[in-house]
Structures are given as structure tokens and as C-alpha cells.
């Protein structure tokens, strides 16, 4: 077994226990995180002793759902918190039992054990969410040392945004999926979160790009961060003063157009577009019960807000053309 601590921000220092494999794994989510000195506040443990089929549920079990996560029956046995995930449950049937601050986690014969990574974050859910983070469903970059978010309503552009904005306009990433805000004394904040970054691969066609690994699955290319930064020859940004809020709606076959809007348009957009709706707060592993506070009308006041249509491509192209002259 091998072990790797990451010290995520001001949030939490997990420790991981694991075999090799699932080290790696969790080192390519967390790329440039890891920290040897660093003292711990979790601890998740993989448990090699087979998971038996027979397990008993308590009937009081209550089944609920993780931030983003699989169901879980939760239930509490003495000291232990244990939460259990069926077999029909996407993330590989499993068991977490924790003592305090300490996880173990064992799974089913044949199943690979990469959900220790999905309870890292709702740990790191939990913990943001006490300390006044706030989420977003949106993709985040990292630009002059700036962050950038880009949100918007289904297949309406947040990940071409993302893909786009690295590809073409020396942006860095910092999250494919989530965008976690928090005001403090020198204002907003946004930081990266521990997701995969996908893109359809009509994407790599239109761009005429190959993807140098990755083989799309049903149509889609999908990198854990350090992946991703290998691909795409670049670093991921886990922290960044917040600098823009921009709705996407892009559209390849019109001209591009970016616009800034009021900040009551920008609370007004948020709250169509900035919630996901399978995004859940159920407290499955007894740490507490969190939920966002969704400080729109704040964060629309001090961060400018803009929309953003068209074809973002060719507006980048036309920016690096204006660049060379």
C-alpha cells in the first residue's frame, strides 16, 4: 500500500491509502497538489478484504445522494457512520465506514476502487460549503492571473468555452464542470475543482485537431486534469481572483458577439443557468447536513457580468490575428 497527502487550498488536507494504481489515479486529479508535510484532516483508506455480497441493510437506512455522486444507504452503527452503494449505482458498488475523521472503503469483487476519489469531494463539498463557497455549474479558466467563468443552460457552450479559451487564447484550466466562488476581504475568489473536463468530439473535428489519447466514448472525450494538461501542454490553476461572469450561448455558424450585461440581468441568468438540477445535499456519510447559500445578487453586483454568442472560435482567431499586426 502507498499513501499521498493533498493539501486542497484552505479547505482540507486528505490522506489517501491505497495501492499504486489508486495513487495515481488520485495524483492525476489533484495534479500539483500533493504535499508530503502537510498534516492531515481525512483520512481515506482502501480496504483489500472483499466486500460480501450478503450485506444486510438496516431497514431505518436512510437512501440518498452524495453532491454528485451515487446513492447511498447510510446508516450509524455505534461510533461508525457506514454508507453503502448498490450495484445499480453508478461509481462501483462499495461501502464507506467512518470513525471520525478516518474513511475505509470496500468494494464488491471486480470493481475498481476509483469512487475513493467521488468521496474525497463530498468531503471537500462538505468543507467548502461551511467556510462560505458556493458553487456554480459552469467551467472555469485561468487567464493573466484572473478567473474566468463561463456558464449557461444545456449544450449551450461551457465546455467549448473551456476547451476553446486554453486552445486558442492562452488560457489555463481550472475546472470542466464546477465553479466554486467565495467573497473574502479582497473580494471573489474561484477555485478548481477535482472533476473531469469533457468535450464532444465534434469539437476535435471542427478544430481539426486529433486527440492525442483519450478513445471517445460515445462521442465524447473525456480527461481526468493531469491528463489534460499533458494533452494540452499546460498547467492546471487551482485558485484565482474572480474577474468575469460570462453566460455562453455560442452558435458555430454565427459571428461572434460579447457583450456586458446589468447585474440584475447577470442575478437573473444565474439563477436559470447556475444551479445543476441533479446537484444533491444529502448527508451520506453522517458529516453534517450543508447546503449553498446562493449569493447571486451579491456576486452580480461586484463581478462584471457578460454574454457571449456565436462562434467563439473564430473570436479567438480574430483576437490572435489583431495580435500579430
Known amino acids: 500500500m502507498e499513501e499521498v497527502i493533498i493539501k486542497f487550498l484552505d479547505i ?14 488520485v495524483k492525476k486529479y489533484y495534479p500539483g497538489l500533493e504535499n508530503k508535510k502537510a498534516k492531515e484532516n481525512y483520512t481515506i483508506k482502501l480496504n483489500t478484504r472483499i466486500l460480501p455480497t450478503d450485506l444486510k441493510i438496516p431497514l431505518d437506512a436512510n437512501f440518498q445522494r452524495c453532491f454528485a455522486g451515487p446513492h447511498y444507504y447510510s446508516w450509524k452503527n455505534g461510533e461508525y457512520n457506514l454508507a453503502y452503494s448498490p450495484p445499480e449505482e453508478r461509481g462501483g458498488s462499495h461501502i464507506v465506514i467512518r470513525k ?9 469483487e471486480g470493481e475498481l476502487p476509483n469512487q475513493i476519489v467521488g468521496i474525497s469531494r463530498e468531503i471537500l463539498t462538505k468543507e467548502a460549503l461551511s467556510k462560505g463557497y458556493m458553487p456554480i455549474h459552469a467551467s472555469v479558466v485561468s487567464k493573466d492571473g484572473k478567473g474566468f467563468i463561463f456558464f449557461g443552460g444545456k449544450n449551450k457552450g461551457k465546455s467549448t468555452s473551456f476547451f476553446s479559451s486554453i486552445i486558442y487564447d492562452n488560457a489555463r484550466p481550472m475546472s470542466g464542470d464546477v ?11 474561484v477555485i478548481g475543482w477535482p472533476w473531469t473536463a469533457t468535450i464532444d468530439q465534434s469539437f476535435f473535428d471542427l478544430t481539426k485537431r486529433v486527440p492525442k489519447q483519450n478513445i471517445p466514448n460515445k462521442g465524447k472525450i473525456k480527461y481526468l486534469p493531469a491528463d489534460f494538461c499533458e494533452e494540452f501542454s499546460t498547467q492546471w490553476i487551482w485558485e484565482e481572483p474572480l474577474e468575469q461572469i460570462i453566460n455562453v450561448d455560442l452558435d458555430p455558424n454565427t459571428k461572434a ?11 437573473d441568468r444565474l439563477e436559470r443557468f447556475g444551479k445543476e438540477k441533479w446537484w444533491r445535499w444529502g448527508d451520506v456519510f453522517g458529516l453534517g447536513k450543508k447546503e449553498p447559500i446562493y449569493e447571486y445578487e451579491e456576486i452580480s453586483q461586484d463581478i462584471q457580468g457578460k454574454v457571449l454568442t456565436g462562434d467563439i472560435i ?8 489583431e495580435r500579430e499586426l
Open 12 to 25: 482540507a488536507t486528505i490522506k489517501f491509502i491505497g495501492t499504486p494504481e489508486l495513487i495515481e489515479l
Open 100 to 108: 471520525g475523521n478516518n474513511f475505509q472503503v470496500m468494494f464488491h
Open 179 to 189: 465553479a466554486v466562488v467565495r467573497k473574502d476581504d479582497n473580494g471573489w475568489k
Open 257 to 267: 458577439a460579447l457583450k456586458t450585461i446589468k447585474p440584475e440581468e447577470l442575478k
Open 314 to 321: 473564430q473570436l479567438f482567431k480574430e483576437r490572435e490575428n
